[in-house]
């Protein structure tokens, strides 16, 4: 109800909003409009909670909505100086919340994670020549007066810089009138990339699928595609032809990547292509330049960023083109927070800009896969390397007939096919996909086994920093002299090779070689690792030992081999999609070797050569592989033929955690179309301290399961104290 003796001409209503804020809460807050503030939905604006000033968004206000007395609440602080986030942004942050069955706040604090202060560019100083001339003449300043005689204006540094003279002489050249200073507008976010800058000659089936992109982004609709090439087969080049329509319509581009490793020699292909660096965003890049970036987005200044999943939450204003690169890599599920997988978001974004989006693998995901058969998906083939050359094959080395020798763990053949590889001047990249030194510690005299205080899983030794570290909770302690059970002096052993211990064993084989571990939990972080590749490609290093990280799309021209060390580490334990995954990890390592010059080789240590996942790697058949995976998931009722949403429970302690999981599920609302399973222990029983169970409910593909567990969650008793629940639609990780 309106107070009737509101002192405003406005009507009360429309002087009170919601303002959705990044917190966890289940709705919007209403606030009161100061006067002569204008604010509307999508509105960024400052408002007090508690204590704090919080950005927040104005939020549709539902019909419904009770009438509020502006005299009682808080007042809308101030409006952020950035366009409205649009409907179409706000759909979008409502659709993740509705389907990952989160509370809306934390969709939108994915919208407006940065920091609010680094929001606005700096401030430059240009200077120009004025009519005055000096009274006193050097050669530097004479210079000065030379590269300025055009009369534009020029950042100080840039006209020290061009005039080959200290940023000193610019100076006494102002004091003396000489030149004028100008305010500048801050650097812009990024510049305008030239769609033709440097365009490649495309071979036909490039072309041929270019050509469809480039009549999808005329469009102007929805319209999902995979470019499904081998590996090395150009996919890169071929949707930069969509990305140069999509500049040439001026509307924007988004570019997916799964590592942040991979963004620098992709940059810097980029700039090739198009002229310049696209604008950048992950979690390396400073905040003041995302604040500048976000902006420029949202202002359509930007026109294509690269970035990690996190920018699939920027505010573009005409986004064109969306591409997801790697679009199999399992990291664009984001694991903690909101359970979101940024692949499928990405499509239901595109979906509600009506804009073509583009997913690119050489081993695309099930899911996609499956899209593509049943022609909801477009498929673009790219069968052949660009370079010619063949993808690899992955041949088995049968590790009960030929293994290494006991504590080793290259098996003769390999360690003969490296060193002829590197007598050949050729590169070899052994695959192991383990961090650190040895994945157990064990006490020779009692047995004992060192594992974490907090969580269920050993503890990992380090030897280049002399320490044992949990790779779940990053606990770590010096590496003890004596068992910390029995006491034994001297009686601990490493058990098993991490990458470090590889490195010792490649080192001692080929003395000669250079050899590089690259592995990303290394000193020195991105900046690093990115210098390290570099050297891989400049051919600076003969062996390489890498985890996963050297699985993912490096282009690396001198690879001529690749030696995968333990095939058969993903396949143990029972996780529905143990099979895919090994399958796209070692046919993704394996699609390093050879993309230019050389035919590569791959070699598959396995103690199962007639597993199912090995027979496809070693035919090179990947159809089979699909064939074969899709019919058991079809058969199993597994995704994407049924639907899975998993509850984990945690809490300090196990009784209490095990217990509220029961009661969780004693009162899943019966229907016949979804299967509550569970509770059980978690695999990884203990993380951080904290005890975990599961529940897994599983329906049919069709079914509505965020709806049920929302209806579930409303009905369910609170998870009180440290209890706590996570609910994960569509799981990707079964631990
Ligand atoms: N039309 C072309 N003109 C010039 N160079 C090309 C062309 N197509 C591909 N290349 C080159 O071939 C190499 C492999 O291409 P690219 O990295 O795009 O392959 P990819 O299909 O993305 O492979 P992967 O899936 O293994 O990452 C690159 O060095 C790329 O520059
Ligand atoms: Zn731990």
Redesign the pocket.
């Known amino acids: 109800m309106a107070a009737p003796d509101s002192p405003s001409l406005f009507p009360a209503q429309e002087r009170v909003v919601d303002v959705l804020l990044p917190v966890a809460v289940g709705s919007a807050y209403s606030y009161a409009v100061p006067q002569g503030m204008d604010v509307a939905p999508g509105d960024i604006v400052v408002v007090p909670l508690g204590t704090r000033r919080l950005l927040g968004c104005v939020w549709p206000r539902g019909e419904d909505a009770p009438a509020v007395d502006p005299a009682r609440l808080k007042l809308i602080h101030r409006r952020y100086d950035v366009p409205p986030l649009r409907p179409e942004m706000i759909a979008f942050l409502r659709w993740i919340a509705d389907y990952t069955v989160t509370p809306p706040g934390m969709v939108l604090r994915l919208a407006l994670r940065h920091d609010e202060s680094a929001g606005f560019g700096r401030e430059r100083t240009g200077v120009r020549l004025t009519d005055k001339r000096p009274e006193r003449a050097t050669v530097a300043r004479g210079r000065v007066l030379e590269a300025l005689a055009d009369g534009f204006v020029r950042a100080k540094a840039e006209a020290a810089r061009e005039a080959a003279v200290s940023p000193s002489v610019i100076d006494g050249l102002i004091d003396d009138g000489v030149l004028e200073t100008v305010v500048l507008p801050p650097e812009p976010a990024a510049e305008t990339p030239d769609p033709d800058h440097d365009t ?4 036909p089936a ?1 072309r041929e699928a270019a050509d469809r992109l480039v009549a999808a982004v005329k469009t102007r609709a929805f319209a999902p595609h995979l470019i499904d ?10 949707y930069f032809e969509a990305v140069a329509e999509t500049i040439r319509q001026g509307r924007q581009t988004l570019i997916l990547m799964p590592e942040i490793a991979l963004t620098q020699a992709f940059l810097d ?1 980029f700039a090739r292509r198009f002229g310049v660096r696209p604008a950048e965003w992950h979690s390396a890049v400073s905040s003041r330049r995302r604040g500048r970036i976000f902006k420029g987005v949202a202002s359509g200044e930007v026109s294509v960023v690269v970035g990690a999943r996190s920018a699939l939450f920027l505010p573009f204003t005409d986004l064109g083109l969306i591409i997801v ?2 679009e199999h890599d399992g990291a664009y599920k984001q694991e903690d927070g909101v359970h979101y997988h940024a692949r499928d978001m990405a499509v239901v974004r595109a979906r509600l800009e009506a804009a073509p989006i583009i997913l ?3 081993t695309p995901s099930l899911e996609t896969e499956v899209n593509a058969r049943r022609g909801r998906y477009a498929r673009l083939h ?1 069968p052949e ?3 010619g050359t063949r993808v690899p094959r992955l041949e088995p080395i049968d590790l009960r007939k030929e293994g290494p020798p006991r504590g080793r763990w290259i098996a003769p053949r390999l360690a003969q096919e490296m060193e002829r590889t590197i007598e050949a001047g050729g590169q070899a990249l052994l695959f192991l996909n383990r961090r650190g030194y040895a994945p157990l510690t064990l006490c020779r005299a009692c047995g004992h086994r060192i594992r974490c205080p907090s969580c269920s899983s050993w503890l990992v030794e380090h030897r280049f920093r002399r320490r044992l570290e949990c790779h779940q909770c990053g606990y770590a302690t010096p590496v003890p002299s004596d068992c910390p059970n029995c006491h034994e002096p001297n009686a601990l052993i490493p058990c098993g090779p991490g990458v470090e211990r590889l490195h010792e064993e490649v080192a001692a084989l080929l003395p000669q070689a250079r050899t590089q571990v690259l592995s990303s939990d290394l000193a020195g972080g991105v900046e690093r690792l990115r210098a390290e590749l570099k050297a891989i490609e400049d051919g600076e290093v003969d062996v390489i030992v890498g985890t996963q990280l050297v699985a993912k ?3 690396f ?1 001198g690879l001529a081999m690749v030696g995968v060390i333990d095939a058969d580490v993903g396949l143990g334990h029972g996780d529905p999609r143990a099979a895919e995954r090994t399958f796209q990890l070692l046919h ?1 390592v394996a ?2 070797a050879g ?2 010059n050389v035919e590569g080789r791959a070699f598959l240590q396995t103690y199962m050569p007639e597993h199912p996942v090995m027979q496809a790697l070693v035919a090179g058949d990947r159809d089979a592989f699909y064939d074969r995976e899709i019919a058991i998931r079809e058969e199993a009722h597994l995704p994407p033929f049924a639907r899975f949403c998993a509850l984990i429970v945690s809490g300090t302690e196990a009784p209490a955690a095990h217990a509220h999981a029961r009661a969780l599920a004693a009162c899943s609302p019966f229907t016949d179309e979804v299967r509550v399973l569970g509770p059980a222990e978690a695999p990884l029983a203990l993380v951080r301290g904290r005890h975990r169970f599961r529940l897994l409910a599983r329906a049919e593909r069709g079914f509505d399961l965020s709806s049920y567990v929302r209806a579930w969650m409303a009905g369910a008793p609170r998870a009180t104290g440290s209890l706590r629940v996570e609910i994960d639609i569509d799981p990707q990780s079964f631990l």
Do not use: M
């Open positions: 490649p000659e495309l071979l490039q090439g081998v590996t090395g087969s150009g996919k890169t080049e071929t292909r690169d790697e690119v693998s050489a790219l390397r660009f370079a799309g490096h282009n021209p993704q699609g390093r993309r230019h």
